[in-house]
T-cell receptor, first 117, second 115 residues
Framework: AQKVTQAQTEISVVEKEDVTLDCVYE???????LFWYKQPPSGELVFLIR??????QNEISGRYSWNFQKSTSSFNFTITASQVVDSAVYFC??????????????FGKGTKLSVKP | ETGVTQSPTHLIKTRGQQVTLRCSSQ?????VSWYQQALGQGPQFIFQ???????GRGNFPPRFSGLQFPNYSSELNVNALELDDSALYLC??????????????FGPGTRLTVL
């Protein structure tokens, strides 16, 4: 069965600190996709990144970076020099890659990040 | 903004009633997925529609049903509402092709409260 675990329920940091959000996944598929979404208080899920299971290169986008390690089934997300606007709930999600089917997303329970000024 | 819209924003119903939620896809997308997000939880997949037919379903009872229209907009219908149906309902649109799984882009959600 597929599963996503985000062990950190809540994290609180002070502005400009770096913070890493952990994500561990389980799947028996060899081809799959991993995602991170941000959910601000307004409720809309904002897409941040998608990785496929064959691409283990780490990615950096501005203050955001992602570390994908198949050996440990982890896909961690780091925010460098956090800002108050980063305060939100962050979800990690997993999707199988089935031909002819838009694989449904399996979400973790989310990590609530609070960045204090 | 994703271009995915949902209506209404908020809704209050009583137990046993029926409700219809609506979603308009992002331009160029042909697939709509619906998710239920209970308070403090991650979204859970309800079902997906592609070419006006159900193309996958999560662990939800038949009283959750849907439609997709030729313009790719969609409706989620819930009959015989129960208190546990109170949640944020999220719609996501994407482009499904024969060779790829695309990213799902979400709308702002409809918050349903069942009293």
């Amino acid at each position: 069965a597929q599963k996503v675990t985000q062990a950190q329920t809540e994290i609180s940091v002070v502005e400009k600190e770096d913070v890493t959000l952990d994500c561990v996944y389980e799947t028996r598929d060899t081809t799959y996709y991993l995602f991170w979404y941000k959910q601000p208080p307004s409720g809309e899920l904002v897409f941040l990144i998608r990785r496929n299971s064959f691409d283990e290169q780490n990615e950096i986008s501005g203050r955001y970076s992602w570390n994908f390690q198949k050996s440990t089934s982890s896909f961690n997300f780091t925010i460098t020099a956090s800002q108050v606007v980063d305060s939100a709930v962050y979800f990690c999600a997993l999707s199988e890659a089935a031909m002819g089917s838009q694989g449904n997303l399996i979400f973790g329970k989310g990590t609530k990040l609070s960045v204090k000024p | 903004e994703t271009g995915v819209t949902q209506s209404p924003t908020h809704l209050i119903k009583t137990r046993g009633q029926q409700v219809t939620l609506r979603c308009s896809s992002q331009s160029g997308h042909n697939t709509v997925s619906w998710y239920q997000q209970a308070l403090g939880q991650g979204p859970q997949f309800i079902f997906q529609y592609y070419r006006e037919e159900e193309n996958g379903r999560g662990n939800f009872p038949p009283r959750f049903s849907g439609l997709q229209f030729p313009n790719y907009s969609s409706e989620l219908n819930v009959n015989a509402l129960e208190l546990d149906d109170s949640a944020l309902y999220l719609c996501a649109s994407s482009l499904l092709t024969s060779s790829s799984t695309d990213t799902q882009y979400f709308g702002p959600g409809t918050r349903l409260t069942v009293l």
